[in-house]
């Protein structure tokens, strides 16, 4: 990973865990301390996520999950809903670096998620739930905050929500009114892989001001 990009993330979830949030002008003004005094506790961040097959973003947490680990500065614990056991997971390598959950549903809109996703809250006790997708974000970042009063981090990684033929036209209206209207109540912030994903997520409701630019990086080892 291109270094600056853990210590960004790092810096970012630190401060969600020692601050009440109401005062969003520390992350913006980069000549202020991003991390006040640190507790005792060490910092948990649990990721939620669909599946951990091999994706850009799936890869992208694994990256940053990893190096964490190896750097000892920080706890990751790993929620999914499906996919775990697939011929070509991630499952492995989440493991070695992280505690993984299988919560196995058929949504994040589901009856059984919320059950489970609200025991998962409880026995791990995250200081960070970390959505990495527009629906974990909207009913797993909904269940943290106002159930548990747990930070909330939202993820964007492309210009867009998945492909309007992906769904029926009212579907996608739907989802796209809810994932503005969401990202104004549920998220403290919302890491953004650009300036241009943050603009044009912006054009749908997102806060420009919860919005933290980290670009994804390259690793200069492998390429």
């Given at each position: 990973m291109?270094?600056k990009l853990i210590?960004?993330?790092l810096?970012?979830?630190?401060?969600l865990k020692?601050?009440s949030?109401?005062?969003?002008?520390?992350l913006?003004?980069p000549?202020?301390n991003l991390?006040p005094?640190?507790k005792?506790?060490r910092l948990?961040?649990?990721?939620?996520?669909?599946?951990?097959?091999?994706?850009?973003?799936?890869?992208?947490?694994?990256?940053?999950?990893?190096?964490?680990?190896?750097?000892?500065v920080?706890?990751?614990a790993?929620?999914?809903?499906?996919?775990?056991?697939?011929?070509?997971s991630l499952r492995?390598e989440?493991e070695?670096?992280a505690?993984?959950?299988?919560?196995?549903?058929?949504s994040?809109f589901s009856r059984?998620f919320?059950?489970k996703f609200?025991?998962?809250?409880?026995?791990e006790q995250?200081?960070?739930?970390?959505?990495w997708?527009?629906?974990s974000?909207?009913?797993?970042g909904?269940?943290?905050?106002?159930?548990?009063r747990t930070?909330?981090?939202?993820?964007l990684?492309?210009?867009?929500l998945p492909?309007?033929d992906?769904?029926?036209?009212?579907?996608?209206?739907?989802?796209?009114t809810?994932?503005?209207?969401?990202s104004?109540?549920?998220?403290?912030?919302?890491?953004s892989c650009?300036?241009?994903?943050?603009?044009?997520?912006?054009k749908?409701?997102?806060?420009?001001?919860?919005?933290v630019?980290i670009?994804?990086?390259?690793?200069v080892?492998?390429?």
């Open positions: 291109v270094t210590p960004s993330v810096e970012l979830f630190k401060f020692s601050s949030c109401t005062d969003l002008n520390p913006l003004n000549t202020q991390m005094a640190a005792n506790k948990k961040v649990l990721h939620v996520l669909v599946d951990p097959l091999p994706g850009g973003m799936e890869v992208m947490m694994l990256n940053v999950i990893k190096q964490q680990h190896n750097e000892n920080c706890d990751n790993v929620a999914i809903i499906m996919g775990a056991d697939e011929p070509n492995s989440i070695a670096v505690s993984f959950h299988n919560l196995d549903c058929k994040f059984a919320y059950k609200r025991q998962l809250l409880k026995a995250p200081d960070v739930v970390h959505a997708s527009y629906d974000g909207l009913v797993a909904f269940i943290a905050r106002f159930m548990h930070k909330v981090v939202w993820g990684h492309s210009l867009g492909s309007r992906d769904y029926t036209a009212l579907r996608y209206y739907i989802l796209k809810m994932v503005g209207i969401g104004r109540l549920i998220p403290h912030r919302v890491i650009s300036n241009s994903a943050t603009n044009a997520h912006v749908f409701g997102y806060p420009r001001k919860r919005c630019n670009a994804n990086g390259i690793d080892n492998r390429f």
